[in-house]
């Protein structure tokens, strides 16, 4: 008789400084204007809520959400590129906002690029709407980018 290991779901773990490397990886390697090391120690010395996204095979992706009374605000989620297409964002979209409304937030807000599709497609199939536009919001390799502003009730 030989013993069949179930794999674990994938699940939030807090996000320390000690998991930078990995986390900095896998943001050069699907963002042309990556997040900064110091962009993601800030929003750890700061207290947001930084999640890594983990399976038994290792680290899928991680969110950074700050949480302002009760709204949060989704600053960053990202998913490893050779796990995109497997349902991972909206799980870790899910899970996030479980944690935020655990936390008494009401509503979740975000923003997104108008030229990011599948992120669009993501918060779109998640309930998200469009309440804003941001100007000139995010570089771009020709100037600047809006972001379209998203919210949904929790």
């Not at 773990?13 to 390697?29: C, H, R």
């Not at 963002?31 to 800030?42: K, L």
């Not at 750890?44 to 983990?54: E, H, N, R």
């Not at 297409?85 to 655990?102: C, F, I, N, V």
Request: proline residues 3%; aromatic residues 8%.
């Amino acid at each position: 008789m030989s013993a069949v290991l179930k794999a674990t779901a994938p699940r939030l773990v807090p996000m320390g400084t000690a998991d930078l490397d990995q986390v900095i990886s896998i943001e050069n390697e699907i963002y042309e204007f990556p997040w900064t090391r110091g962009n993601f120690d800030d929003s750890i010395t700061c207290g947001y809520s930084c999640w890594l996204y983990l399976d038994d095979a290792g680290l899928i992706g991680y969110c950074v959400v700050m949480l302002a009374v009760d709204e949060a605000h989704l600053l960053n989620l990202s998913i490893a590129r050779n796990r995109h297409g497997q349902g991972h964002g909206r799980a870790l979209l899910e899970q996030a906002m479980d944690s935020m409304r655990g936390h008494g937030a009401h509503a979740m807000l975000l923003e997104v690029r108008p030229s990011n599709a599948v992120g669009r497609h993501l918060y779109q199939r998640a309930g998200f709407t469009q309440v804003g536009t941001r100007k000139g919001y995010y570089p771009a390799l020709r100037g600047r980018e809006d972001a379209l502003v998203l919210r949904r009730a929790l």
